[in-house]
């Protein structure tokens, strides 16, 4: 079955950032499954978004080179991603100069397009580009218009756009998406998390409304992500999710962990996803080409997804959590252990606070933050 275009892995969450060689590994990967595009958009590069006025090292350049070379010859796109929002003048010539300036250059290293990514700014024009446009929304309309028209003069590279409204949940300002589309770039595709930032499910009608503003939509899938509860890992099968909807969308990318071992399996599982096999048929088939322990499995109430939780934990089924937890934790030998070591040992701790009835003293109490030390257990 052919894999549609535009799917992959999106490299844009916060607090981790992967080395060169480990993105050549998930490139690997991704071409080894038939999947064929990259995102680079770590937050943590300082220079794609808190720094993003500042060039980037000659050094950097040159391994970016390197990496779109290899991805190339695997037949897996590169986009480039900078996010200036933070920081941007909408009506400063230097700061578009200083913007497009940079993403030609990257465009010399190798990439195949850019994202100009506005999410997770202030919905509120900044007070000195206030006289010059009505709203956000109009301003960044005029911003994609000349930045997708300027870089479709000089070079064949596909736009995306990344609004400060990407979720249903997050439009409280209904102007700000009217105003961004009012005679958008057809060619300029839009990212949307759906009906969410972490959206449990993806349907034709959740996204009738964003189809209708923006005809290109790429779905940016934060199914996965562990950026914002840093303390729980996610390892369930795909759910909520079909192949006839990514189908309508331009683009599917999954934004992960950063786990490189981890964020292999999450592809693998996408794959399932885009070939249209059941989501727990995939997640068993790949448990078993990694030959994972039953174990695993076991903590599946713990662990599925971010919209799951266990049923009445009997002390039947706690001693059950808690032995697969310690072999996970100190006996398997695995890489995966290693990434999941800090979560599986948050999953013992949280066990042991269910079972004291907030009772715990001396050393288990330090295994929280002084914050939460009082309020969580009872004063000794």
Not at 83 to 91: I, K
Not at 140 to 157: D, G, T, Y
């Amino acid at each position: 079955m052919r894999i549609k275009k535009n799917t992959g892995y999106l490299e844009g969450y916060y607090g981790k950032s992967l080395t060169w060689s480990e993105r050549c590994e998930l490139v690997d990967h991704l071409s080894q499954l038939g999947l064929d595009t990259y995102v680079y958009a770590p937050k943590e590069d300082v220079y794609h978004r808190l720094r993003w006025k500042e060039p980037y090292s000659e050094a950097w350049l040159r391994e970016f080179k390197r990496f779109t070379g290899y991805a190339q010859k695997k037949k897996v796109k590169v986009v480039y991603s900078i996010a200036p929002g933070l920081s941007f003048d909408y009506t400063s010539e230097d700061d578009y100069a200083l913007l497009i300036h940079k993403c030609f250059k990257v465009l010399k290293k190798g990439a195949s397009g850019i994202a100009l990514l506005m999410d997770d700014v202030p919905l509120s024009l900044p007070p000195k580009n206030q006289k010059s446009f009505t709203s956000l929304g109009a301003a960044h309309n005029q911003l994609i218009k000349r930045f997708a028209e300027e870089l479709s003069k000089k070079e064949r590279v596909s736009v995306w756009y990344c609004p400060t409204v990407y979720a249903d949940e997050l439009n409280k300002d209904a102007s700000y998406l009217k105003d961004l589309s009012q005679d958008f770039p057809k060619e300029v595709s839009v990212f949307w998390t759906g009906t969410h930032v972490i959206t449990p499910t993806v349907n034709q009608k959740n996204m009738k409304a964003i189809l209708k503003l923006f005809p290109r939509v790429l779905f940016w899938d934060n199914y996965y992500a562990n950026d914002y509860c840093p303390t729980r890992f996610f390892i369930g099968p795909l759910m909520g999710r079909t192949k006839k909807t990514v189908d309508g969308l331009t683009g599917y990318l999954l934004n992960p962990t950063g786990l490189l071992n981890t964020d292999k399996f999450y592809l693998s599982l996408l794959k399932g996803l885009l070939i249209d096999e059941e989501p727990l048929r995939t997640w068993k088939k790949s448990c078993i080409d990694l030959n994972w322990p039953k174990e695993v499995k076991m903590l599946l109430p713990l662990t599925q997804s971010p919209f799951t939780k266990p049923k009445a934990l009997t002390e039947k089924v706690k001693n059950i959590y808690q032995d697969a937890l310690y072999f996970l934790a100190f006996e398997w030998e695995s890489s995966f252990k290693q990434e999941w070591f800090v979560y599986l040992q948050v999953l013992l701790r949280d066990l042991k606070v269910e079972a004291s009835g907030r009772k715990a003293k001396g050393s288990f109490r330090r295994r929280f933050s002084v914050l939460l030390q009082e309020t969580l257990f009872n004063k000794e």
